[in-house]
């Protein structure tokens, strides 16, 4: 593979919907492999139409997306669909076949695996989140946290180059929240989380990125993007109550 | 909260039917009610034959009778016609009980009341030995047209997602003193409806960015394939074939 290449570069990437709406206005943002970068923002900043154009959903009207080096493009889609992972807020739209093992084999079979190899990236996946014990249960019985899990091992058996997560904590019980944060902080790839958690992206990822009004506001450690105050309400963010970022770990 | 809906239809259990690849089940299903069908309605010791094979299918199924006659009920509507029959027929009349029935209508019910209750028990022997799941893959197997195995298999998979979204719609509509008493109320469970209509049609398009963000091309791949082999084809074959021998001796009895 083409070593080297950060795993996703944005480039003066800009996109107006259909209807004449402009979402994003010229984002640029680089991430090396191996990052865990939190990408905040209020709701309508943009964020969801930036990561609809990582995995080629939506094609960009001005500006260029890569991953680790390959430019997005039409004749590009199979692949770089296999190197973005996109894991869907709400896990009833992730887990659309009858079982687990079926949903997790979706993706590699699409790449072409069948037999013995893929079940052991099925296995090897489930096994990542701590949910191979559910491999033959229908995603409807799985609690909310489960189904999250399973939802993020259907894009690790696509053996991705990086994972971009759509709000992984909303909806999650504490202890749920917890486990996912360990199972993610496990795992050996590059990770891109869009999140209002603020407390979970200082958590979770060294670095932030701030989108606002279509454009990457700031870009810094999460720590001292959450201590500045000023920034934070410039673009509708907040604390959760009682929660004080000290700019330099206490 | 949405979880643990069973299907209370299919009994798991680890019996021969159970094993049996689904495809040789359903195939055995479809041409025994064909042979059924196919058999004389004045031979009704044929009958009898039939309901034996399928009481034996039911006992190596380990399926109590008891849950074949409470599923039974979906033929109620069937047996309602059926026994208006002989009142609104036409023809020689004769007498029973004092009512005054038509011989060709009696006929016509008990052919209809025969017929269908043998293919109801059938098909609920199928689904109590066969998960629903293994059904559509049997069908796939059988070479059903691939789009429509798939809408049921998605069927499958989001009618409790479904089902859980109108519980909390009806919930919601109650908590705010909705009262469903008679028609003025018709209304508002047509705009419940219609907008759970553009939820699950909303949903449908997430779910296709899912699918298309993991290399979907409009094709469903294989991930499960069941074999069935010639000892499965020959065991699941009994049934109809010796449905069709009742049939083929009820018709050179005459």
Same mark, same amino acid.
């Given at each position: 593979?083409?070593?080297?290449?950060?795993?996703?570069?944005?480039?003066?990437?800009?996109?107006?919907?259909?209807?004449?709406?402009?979402?994003?206005?010229?984002?640029?943002?680089?991430?090396?492999?191996?990052?865990?970068?939190?990408?905040?923002?209020?709701?309508?900043?943009?964020?969801?139409?930036?990561?609809?154009?990582?995995?080629?959903?939506?094609?960009?009207?001005?500006?260029?997306?890569?991953?680790?080096?390959?430019?997005?493009?039409?004749?590009?889609?199979?692949?770089?669909?296999?190197?973005?992972?996109?894991?869907?807020?709400?896990?009833?739209?992730?887990?659309?076949?009858?079982?687990?093992?079926?949903?997790?084999?979706?993706?590699?079979?699409?790449?072409?695996?069948?037999?013995?190899?893929?079940?052991?990236?099925?296995?090897?996946?489930?096994?990542?989140?701590?949910?191979?014990?559910?491999?033959?249960?229908?995603?409807?019985?799985?609690?909310?946290?489960?189904?999250?899990?399973?939802?993020?091992?259907?894009?690790?058996?696509?053996?991705?180059?990086?994972?971009?997560?759509?709000?992984?904590?909303?909806?999650?019980?504490?202890?749920?929240?917890?486990?996912?944060?360990?199972?993610?902080?496990?795992?050996?790839?590059?990770?891109?989380?869009?999140?209002?958690?603020?407390?979970?992206?200082?958590?979770?990822?060294?670095?932030?990125?701030?989108?606002?009004?279509?454009?990457?506001?700031?870009?810094?450690?999460?720590?001292?993007?959450?201590?500045?105050?000023?920034?934070?309400?410039?673009?509708?963010?907040?604390?959760?109550?009682?929660?004080?970022?000290?700019?330099?770990?206490? | 909260?949405?979880?643990?809906?069973?299907?209370?239809?299919?009994?798991?259990?680890?019996?021969?039917?159970?094993?049996?690849?689904?495809?040789?089940?359903?195939?055995?299903?479809?041409?025994?009610? !064909?042979?059924?069908?196919?058999?004389?309605?004045?031979?009704?010791?044929?009958?009898? !034959?039939?309901?034996?094979?399928?009481?034996?299918?039911?006992?190596?199924?380990?399926?109590?009778?008891?849950?074949?006659?409470?599923?039974?009920?979906?033929?109620?509507?069937? !047996?309602?016609?059926?026994?208006?029959?002989?009142?609104?027929?036409?023809?020689?009349?004769?007498?029973?009980?004092?009512?005054?029935?038509?011989?060709?209508?009696?006929?016509?019910?008990?052919?209809?009341?025969?017929?269908?209750?043998?293919? !109801?028990?059938?098909?609920?022997?199928?689904?109590?030995?066969?998960?629903?799941?293994?059904?559509?893959?049997?069908?796939?197997?059988?070479?059903?047209?691939?789009?429509?195995?798939?809408?049921?298999?998605?069927?499958?998979?989001?009618?409790?997602?479904?089902?859980?979204?109108?519980?909390?719609?009806?919930?919601?509509?109650?908590?705010?003193?909705?009262?469903?008493?008679?028609?003025?109320?018709?209304?508002?469970?047509?705009?419940?409806?219609?907008?759970?209509?553009?939820?699950?049609?909303?949903?449908?398009?997430?779910?296709?960015?899912?699918?298309?963000?993991?290399?979907?091309?409009?094709?469903?791949?294989?991930?499960?394939?069941?074999?069935?082999?010639?000892?499965?084809?020959?065991?699941?074959?009994?049934?109809?074939?010796?449905?069709?021998?009742?049939?083929?001796?009820?018709?050179?009895?005459?």
């Amino acid at each position: 593979m083409t070593s080297g290449s950060p795993s996703l570069t944005v480039s003066r990437l800009a996109y107006a919907y259909p209807d004449g709406t402009q979402a994003l206005y010229g984002v640029d943002l680089t991430i090396e492999r191996g990052e865990r970068v939190a990408l905040l923002g209020p709701n309508g900043a943009g964020k969801t139409t930036l990561v609809m154009h990582l995995n080629g959903i939506l094609t960009a009207g001005h500006g260029t997306v890569e991953v680790a080096g390959l430019p997005v493009r039409a004749d590009t889609l199979r692949e770089i669909r296999r190197r973005v992972g996109l894991v869907f807020q709400d896990p009833d739209d992730q887990l659309f076949m009858p079982t687990v093992r079926e949903d997790v084999a979706f993706g590699p079979a699409n790449l072409g695996l069948r037999g013995a190899e893929l079940d052991r990236r099925v296995r090897d996946a489930l096994e990542r989140v701590g949910m191979l014990d559910a491999i033959d249960r229908p995603p409807h019985h799985l609690s909310f946290g489960q189904r999250r899990r399973v939802a993020v091992a259907t894009v690790l058996a696509m053996e991705p180059e990086i994972l971009v997560l759509d709000e992984p904590s909303s909806n999650l019980d504490p202890a749920s929240r917890r486990e996912l944060a360990e199972i993610l902080k496990s795992l050996d790839v590059t990770v891109l989380m869009v999140t209002h958690d603020l407390p979970y992206a200082l958590e979770l990822c060294e670095r932030s990125l701030v989108m606002s009004e279509g454009v990457i506001a700031a870009d810094g450690p999460t720590r001292a993007l959450l201590a500045d105050e000023r920034l934070l309400a410039a673009h509708r963010l907040e604390l959760p109550y009682g929660f004080a970022v000290p700019a330099q770990p206490g | 909260m949405s979880a643990g809906h069973h299907h209370p239809i299919y009994r798991p259990a680890d019996t021969p039917v159970h094993r049996l690849p689904p495809q040789c089940k359903l195939a055995a299903v479809v041409a025994f009610a !064909v042979f059924v069908v196919a058999t004389p309605r004045e031979r009704f010791w044929a009958f009898a !034959v039939d309901a034996l094979l399928l009481a034996a299918v039911a006992a190596a199924a380990r399926v109590p009778a008891g849950a074949i006659v409470r599923r039974m009920a979906v033929e109620v509507p069937f !047996v309602l016609f059926a026994l208006a029959i002989p009142l609104i027929g036409t023809g020689e009349r004769v007498q029973v009980l004092g009512l005054s029935l038509s011989a060709p209508g009696l006929w016509a019910a008990w052919n209809i009341l025969a017929k269908a209750t043998l293919g !109801v028990v059938a098909s609920i022997l199928l689904a109590a030995t066969t998960e629903p799941r293994m059904m559509l893959l049997g069908a796939e197997r059988l070479r059903l047209p691939r789009l429509l195995v798939q809408i049921a298999t998605f069927m499958l998979r989001y009618l409790d997602v479904i089902l859980d979204q109108m519980r909390r719609m009806r919930v919601a509509r109650e908590s705010r003193g909705f009262v469903a008493r008679d028609l003025r109320q018709a209304p508002v469970l047509a705009k419940s409806a219609g907008a759970l209509f553009i939820r699950s049609y909303e949903r449908g398009e997430r779910v296709h960015l899912a699918m298309l963000s993991r290399g979907y091309t409009g094709e469903m791949p294989t991930i499960r394939d069941i074999s069935a082999t010639g000892r499965d084809w020959a065991m699941a074959g009994m049934l109809p074939c010796l449905a069709a021998v009742t049939a083929l001796l009820a018709w050179s009895t005459t």
